[in-house]
C-alpha cells in the first residue's frame, strides 16, 4: 500500500513540474541548437507550431512553444535562418494550440 501512494505522489510531482518546452533565439546561427526556417505552407513544414503564452501550458516536443526571454532557461536554443535549404526544421505557424504537432517525426529528435 506505502508503494502505490508513493507512486502517485511520485507520478502527481513529476505532472506538475514536467518542463515545458522553453524556446530562445539566438543572435548568431553558430550558438543555435537548431536552425529553423518559416514557410509559408502548411504543407512544407515539418512541425506546426503555436506560440503559448504561458510557460506552463507549452507541452514537451509537441509544438507547442513558449519564447523564453534569457538563454539559461531554455530547453532548446534557435536561430531564424533566411532560406530554406539552410534549415534543420521547417515550422508553420498555427492559430490554434489543437493543431500543433510534428508532420516529418524523423526530424521530432532534433528539438530535444
Same mark, same amino acid.
Given at each position: ?11 502527481l510531482v ?7 518546452q522553453s524556446?530562445?533565439? *539566438? &543572435?548568431?546561427? =553558430?550558438?543555435a541548437? *537548431?536552425?529553423?526556417?518559416?514557410v &509559408?505552407? +502548411? /504543407?512544407?513544414?515539418?512541425l ?7 510557460? /506552463? ?14 538563454? =539559461?532557461?531554455?530547453?532548446v536554443?534557435? #536561430?531564424?535562418?533566411? #532560406?530554406? /535549404?539552410?534549415a534543420? *526544421? ?6 490554434? +494550440? ?6 516529418? =517525426? =524523423?526530424?521530432?529528435h532534433?528539438?530535444?
Open positions: 500500500m506505502k508503494k502505490i501512494i508513493l507512486s502517485a505522489c511520485l507520478t513529476y505532472i506538475y513540474t514536467a518542463k515545458a524556446i530562445y533565439v *539566438v &543572435d548568431y546561427e =553558430s550558438r541548437d *537548431v536552425k529553423v526556417y518559416v &509559408d505552407y +502548411e /504543407s512544407l513544414a515539418d506546426l507550431v503555436y506560440k503559448q503564452d504561458y510557460e /506552463s501550458r507549452a507541452d514537451g516536443n509537441e509544438g507547442d512553444w513558449y519564447f523564453v526571454d534569457y538563454e =539559461s532557461r531554455a530547453d536554443k534557435i #536561430y531564424f535562418v533566411d #532560406y530554406e /535549404s539552410r534543420d *526544421v521547417k515550422i508553420y505557424y498555427v492559430d490554434y +494550440e489543437s493543431r500543433a504537432g510534428w508532420k516529418n =517525426s =524523423s526530424k521530432k532534433l528539438m530535444q
